[in-house]
Nanobody, 123 residues
Framework: VQLQASGGGLVQTGDSLRLACAVS????????MGWFRQAPGREREFVSA???????TYADSVKGRFTISRDNGKNMVYLQMNTLKPEDSGVYYC??????????????????WGPGTQVTVSS
């Protein structure tokens, strides 16, 4: 499984961005997919995830502002980010969860990672 995130950029506070993650490999619809982010000097943190059947979850810090979605026919997962804040800045990574685990939020539950895309929100 290979992943490639795109869509990052430099925006201002209150703007929107849509990240996309292209996934290659078989059985995409069976993988739960997640988005994580990492700011300089900080640990990588969970942002949002969605199961193959469409169940989603979000970090408290992004609830109501971010929306995850996926297109199983195109092997794509998206993260719509609205009302961006400077604290949303960081490198955003998409990841595919391991099979056989249930929890969507722990970083260690994800087996496959893309190289990340930079999001910078200026104040």
């Amino acid at each position: 499984v290979q992943l490639q995130a795109s869509g990052g950029g430099l925006v201002q506070t209150g703007d929107s961005l849509r990240l996309a993650c292209a996934v290659s490999g078989r059985s995409f619809s069976s993988y739960a997919m997640g988005w994580f982010r990492q700011a300089p000097g900080r640990e990588r943190e969970f942002v949002s995830a969605m199961t193959g059947s469409g169940q989603s979850t979000y970090a408290d810090s992004v609830k109501g502002r971010f929306t995850i979605s996926r297109d199983n026919g195109k092997n794509m997962v998206y993260l719509q980010m609205n009302t961006l804040k400077p604290e949303d800045s960081g490198v955003y990574y998409c990841a595919a969860r391991k099979w056989g685990v249930d929890n969507l939020t722990p970083i260690n539950n994800y087996a496959y990672w893309g190289p990340g895309t930079q999001v910078t929100v200026s104040s």
